[in-house]
Antibody, heavy 118, light 112 residues
Framework: QVQLKESGPGLVQPSQTLSLTCTVS????????VHWVRQPTGKGLEWMGV???????DYNSALKSRLSISRDTSKSQVFLKMNSLQTEDIATYYC????????????WGQGVMVTVSS | DVVMTQTPVSLPVSLGGQASISCRSS???????????LHWYLQKPGQSPQLLIY???NRFSGVPDRFSGSGSGTDFTLKISRVEPEDLGDYYC?????????FGSGTKLEIK
């Protein structure tokens, strides 16, 4: 069945780089796009970026200078890297898939909580 | 970016009652291909969002028919009839007609 699972360190020091992995199963990264969405505790959802089936990427303009998304199709993994982390980046980070450009995000991972603290 | 305005912020309902959530967009969500990419999600406490309704009025697999979506252009509504305890949580609308995709700010459905 379709699964997405985020993994990565739950604690990052200020100004350091966040590295998360989304491991998927039940579908191919060359058939589905994978998006990253984050949610500060008690707040709403913010779209961060996407890696398209062809391997190209797009980012939220507010995060573009700090964010990088890549993938390893052979391992069914999508990677998120965001540098210069600050307390405003404390959130639960989700990966989610969609089938085509404007399709809804139909399956989501469970999310990974990230705290920024020294 | 398209701004999605959801109301109300909080919605107390009685079990067995009906709930209605509004989502308005800052510009029309009709795509050049004629489709409208407005979707609804429920996020239960401690869980990730789950898709309820896609493209305004289509229920996702396994979603009970107590959930219905309607609307057009810039004005959309999610209705929940015969509210059950499992329906409680935060509801979000999402538009993906225009890039980047943007979410509404959420509506918390809670017991009256």
């Amino acid at each position: 069945q379709v699964q997405l699972k985020e993994s990565g360190p739950g604690l990052v020091q200020p100004s350091q780089t966040l590295s998360l992995t989304c491991t998927v199963s039940g579908f191919s990264l060359t058939s589905y796009n994978v998006h990253w969405v984050r949610q500060p505790t008690g707040k709403g959802l913010e779209w961060m970026g996407v890696i398209w089936t062809g391997g190209s990427t797009d980012y939220n303009s507010a995060l573009k200078s700090r964010l990088s998304i890549s993938r390893d199709t052979s391992k069914s993994q999508v990677f998120l890297k965001m540098n210069s982390l600050q307390t405003e980046d404390i959130a639960t980070y989700y990966c989610a898939r969609n089938y085509y450009y404007s399709a809804p995000f139909d399956y989501w991972g469970q999310g990974v909580m990230v705290t920024v603290s020294s | 970016d398209v701004v999605m305005t959801q109301t109300p912020v909080s919605l107390p309902v009685s079990l067995g009652g009906q709930a209605s959530i509004s989502c308005r967009s800052s510009q029309s969500l009709v795509h050049s291909n004629g489709n409208t990419y407005l979707h609804w999600y429920l996020q239960k406490p401690g869980q990730s969002p789950q898709l309820l309704i896609y493209r305004v009025s289509n229920r996702f697999s396994g979603v009970p028919d107590r959930f219905s979506g309607s609307g057009s252009g810039t004005d959309f509504t999610l209705k929940i009839s015969r509210v059950e305890p499992e329906d409680l949580g935060d509801y979000y609308c999402l538009q993906s007609t225009h890039f980047p995709p943007t979410f509404g700010s959420g509506t918390k459905l809670e017991i009256k």
